[in-house]
């Protein structure tokens, strides 16, 4: 089962909602290519320099750059200068925490084609640190319950039919 | 802070993955397009014909029909066919099990974007059925705790040594 609309949401028949309006299509707008989530993947690894971002992300240095322009002006990356004995002043690129809220998308793509496109469940498992449990990137409330889709409820957000759909 | 690698990924500087050995370049490569991710989210949303597909995402039918046949031939969806009176047979989308897989991501995206990229927080608001509780999209253990971008560990899974980086 999918999930439950409710309230004015309801009849799921009488309204549609604009593409400039859903949050889906405006963060694939923003970040939803693949070079795009390479260098985010790069990131939440703990990459910060350019030549580590082309390396890693079997990359060209036109495309890296381009990409981490785009994040740092999305305020998912933030510029630092660092200087290295005898070099130029160069840039070192470091998540912020709009960056860090992209970890359920980025590790949740992970966790997909770990299970469903690898042969063996992929290359890393995920742990938490202070208990060693497996991690897992899923729907869940504050009080950690853990939510089927079948479970999850839509509901609108403010007056719905003031909004532009 | 980043994740913190562990074993014989510690060395940072020592490996680099392939791109046809990481999950998250291979699920862009399988769903990555901002046209597959609005067919999706319709299919979450408990979309399953083929003109509600369309007029939903603001799409084209040509678009449509080729992500529809994606993600069949992915087994995120299976097609089955339904037969109203005096209309010839039609076909029906439905989620199968590796396609609720995908609702990380889907409403990962839409969460990033209802925090970063909406004036307003976005249309919609995610909760739990039985209890009313907000819902969200997060790293999680199974006993239910939030685990931190810097409290993930990863390890390699199965003989790093042997494996094809």
């Not at 963060?27 to 939440?44: C, F, K, N, P």
């Not at 890693?56 to 785009?70: F, G, N, P, Q």
């Not at 912020?96 to 042969?119: C, E, I, S, Y």
């Amino acid at each position: 089962m999918p999930v439950t609309f409710e309230g004015p949401l309801a009849d799921r028949g009488a309204w549609q909602l604009a593409n400039d309006s859903c949050s889906v299509a405006m963060a694939m707008d923003a970040i939803g290519t693949r070079s795009t989530m390479l260098v985010l993947r790069e990131a939440l690894y703990g990459t910060t320099r350019f030549d580590d971002f082309v390396r890693r992300t079997h990359s060209t240095d036109a495309i890296v750059a381009a990409r981490l322009k785009l994040l740092t002006e999305l305020g998912v990356l933030v510029k630092e200068p660092y200087r290295e004995p005898g070099v130029r002043t160069r840039f070192e690129y470091h998540l912020t925490d709009r960056g860090k809220d992209l970890l359920p998308v980025v590790f949740g793509l992970m966790q997909w084609g770990n299970a469903h496109l690898q042969a063996d469940d992929g290359p890393f498992r995920l742990s938490d640190r202070a208990t060693g449990e497996p991690v897992v990137i899923t729907a869940t409330t504050a009080s950690g319950k853990t939510v089927a889709l079948d479970d999850v409820v839509l509901t609108a957000n403010g007056d719905w039919a003031e909004q532009d759909h």
